[in-house]
């Protein structure tokens, strides 16, 4: 079933254009009444539930209730609502299967991921090798080899293909976050709602001022609760500039990690950013924004401070808190803030190889490890919560 379809039996009075068309955005969600009139209102997913706009969307297409009643950012509607047919066949399969007999069955599927992968890599050495022999001698068996390689060759793209295909990699990653993420989440935290396969759009990280903008963007992994009765939204987000001349290319990631938006009890009417000298940059804004020095030397030169009102800069900064963004420093090795109003949005680089809430495909799969990993995950969440204040203190 398609965008389209999918939400029309939702709710009647929404759809999703499948292209810009009359300065409509891609991906993006229309009240059709409003489309008729020729005032074109967008309508926020997440805040569609029942008794106030229709049901919200669910995980796995399910069309379950989502958070209603606010204005969140959302998630990237581009690759559609939960996961795909495949992965829904196979985590139908596993209805009613013990934890025991999906734990082999994961194990079963990353063995063979690495098996694939190992065996395309040695073909594509052997590949090299042949070719690289194939010149030293002018026999017919060595001529051939050539051909023997490029068969080689052709058979190892094809086994990698498969070991790091959509279908293999979805029917790994729904299993695993079925079994460790998705319960940790709903023990933790309230009103959730969690898409593995979607996250921030790149509109609303851009509208964060929290990092530069490239042109390759992709997020996942995007969770939207209530932590201690106040909403967050979060998201893994990597963004890269790739330039080529023709001759050559080079990526350059500009960041790499996780982002997250907290609506705070309380508001400030300003906007105070918080910027490590790793990840300054100076974003477009109409506001005229003052570069400050704090009464703390140690956080001036760990990071720098702008603001829209230095009155609001200083009312917000105490001791305290900067105390408590170092530590956060100290514990995450960056942190990136932007306070604007009555939110926080917040950005912490990754520092390990692995992705938020992802299998480390190098090792077996242990359920005491791997759901160790998964609350590790989750408390970041709620660690940066409570020390930036978030939340009520008890």
Same mark, same amino acid.
């Given at each position: 079933? @398609?965008?389209?379809?999918?939400?029309?039996?939702?709710?009647?009075?929404?759809?999703?254009?499948?292209?810009?068309?009359?300065?409509?955005?891609?991906?993006?969600?229309?009240?059709?009444? $409003?489309?008729?009139?020729?005032?074109?209102?967008?309508?926020?997913?997440? $805040?569609?539930?029942?008794?106030?706009?229709?049901?919200?969307? @669910?995980?796995?297409?399910?069309?379950?209730?989502?958070?209603?009643?606010?204005? @969140?950012?959302?998630?990237?509607?581009?690759? @559609?609502?939960?996961?795909?047919?495949?992965?829904?066949?196979?985590?139908?399969?596993?209805?009613?299967?013990?934890?025991?007999? =999906?734990?082999? /069955?994961?194990?079963?599927?990353?063995?063979?991921?690495?098996?694939?992968?190992?065996?395309? %890599?040695?073909?594509?050495?052997?590949?090299?090798?042949?070719?690289?022999?194939?010149?030293?001698?002018?026999?017919?068996? %060595?001529?051939?080899?050539?051909?023997?390689?490029? %068969?080689?060759?052709?058979?190892?793209?094809?086994?990698?293909?498969?070991?790091?295909?959509?279908?293999?990699?979805?029917?790994?990653?729904?299993?695993? =976050?079925?079994?460790?993420?998705?319960?940790?989440?709903?023990?933790?935290?309230?009103?959730?709602?969690?898409?593995?396969?979607?996250?921030?759009?790149?509109?609303?990280? $851009?509208?964060?001022?929290?990092?530069?903008?490239?042109?390759?963007?992709?997020? /996942?992994?995007?969770?939207?609760?209530?932590?201690?009765?106040?909403?967050?939204?979060?998201?893994?987000?990597?963004?890269?500039?790739?330039?080529?001349?023709?001759?050559?290319?080079?990526?350059?990631?500009?960041?790499?990690?996780?982002?997250?938006?907290?609506?705070?009890?309380?508001?400030?009417?300003?906007?105070?950013?918080?910027?490590?000298?790793?990840?300054?940059?100076?974003?477009?804004?109409?506001?005229?924004?003052?570069?400050?020095?704090?009464?703390?030397?140690?956080?001036?030169?760990?990071?720098?401070?702008?603001?829209? *009102?230095?009155?609001?800069?200083?009312?917000?900064?105490?001791? $305290?808190?900067?105390?408590?963004?170092?530590?956060? =420093?100290?514990?995450?090795?960056?942190? %990136?803030?932007?306070?604007?109003?009555?939110?926080?949005?917040?950005?912490?680089?990754?520092?390990?190889?692995?992705?938020?809430?992802?299998?480390?495909?190098?090792?077996?799969?242990?359920?005491?490890?791997?759901?160790?990993?998964? /609350?590790?995950?989750?408390?970041?969440?709620? *660690?940066?919560? /409570?020390?930036?204040?978030?939340?009520?203190?008890?």
């Amino acid at each position: 079933m @398609g965008f389209r379809n999918f939400f029309n039996e939702l709710n009647r009075d929404i759809y999703v254009p499948a292209n810009k068309r009359n300065g409509l955005v891609s991906g993006q969600f229309y009240r059709t009444n $409003s489309l008729r009139s020729g005032r074109p209102q967008r309508v926020d997913p997440l $805040s569609l539930r029942n008794g106030m706009g229709g049901p919200g969307i @669910g995980m796995n297409g399910t069309g379950g209730p989502g958070i209603g009643g606010y204005n @969140g950012f959302g998630m990237n509607g581009t690759r @559609g609502p939960g996961n795909s047919k495949f992965v829904s066949k196979k985590m139908a399969d596993m209805n009613g299967k013990s934890l025991s007999e =999906k734990l082999a /069955e994961l194990e079963r599927m990353r063995k063979k991921h690495n098996l694939l992968m190992v065996s395309g %890599i040695a073909a594509i050495v052997i590949f090299i090798l042949l070719v690289m022999f194939s010149g030293t001698s002018s026999s017919a068996i %060595i001529m051939a080899l050539p051909l023997f390689g490029t %068969i080689l060759g052709v058979t190892a793209l094809i086994l990698i293909a498969r070991s790091g295909g959509v279908s293999s990699q979805d029917d790994f990653k729904a299993l695993y =976050k079925s079994i460790f993420v998705e319960d940790v989440l709903a023990n933790k935290f309230q009103n959730l709602f969690y898409s593995w396969k979607t996250g921030f759009p790149d509109m609303a990280v $851009s509208s964060f001022n929290l990092v530069k903008m490239g042109n390759r963007f992709k997020s /996942e992994d995007y969770i939207c609760a209530t932590y201690k009765g106040v909403r967050f939204e979060t998201s893994d987000v990597t963004i890269q500039q790739h330039t080529s001349t023709g001759k050559s290319s080079h990526t350059t990631t500009y960041f790499r990690g996780r982002m997250f938006v907290f609506y705070m009890p309380k508001t400030i009417q300003a906007s105070v950013r918080i910027t490590p000298d790793a990840f300054i940059y100076t974003p477009a804004s109409n506001r005229r924004f003052e570069k400050l020095d704090l009464e703390n030397v140690y956080f001036n030169k760990q990071y720098n401070v702008y603001a829209s *009102d230095p009155h609001y800069a200083f009312y917000l900064l105490t001791p $305290s808190m900067m105390e408590r963004i170092l530590y956060l =420093k100290g514990k995450y090795g960056y942190i %990136i803030l932007n306070f604007e109003a009555d939110r926080v949005f917040a950005a912490v680089p990754m520092t390990a190889a692995r992705d938020t809430f992802d299998a480390d495909m190098s090792r077996a799969i242990d359920y005491p490890t791997d759901r160790a990993k998964a /609350e590790a995950d989750a408390n970041v969440i709620c *660690d940066l919560m /409570e020390v930036l204040e978030a939340v009520p203190r008890g």
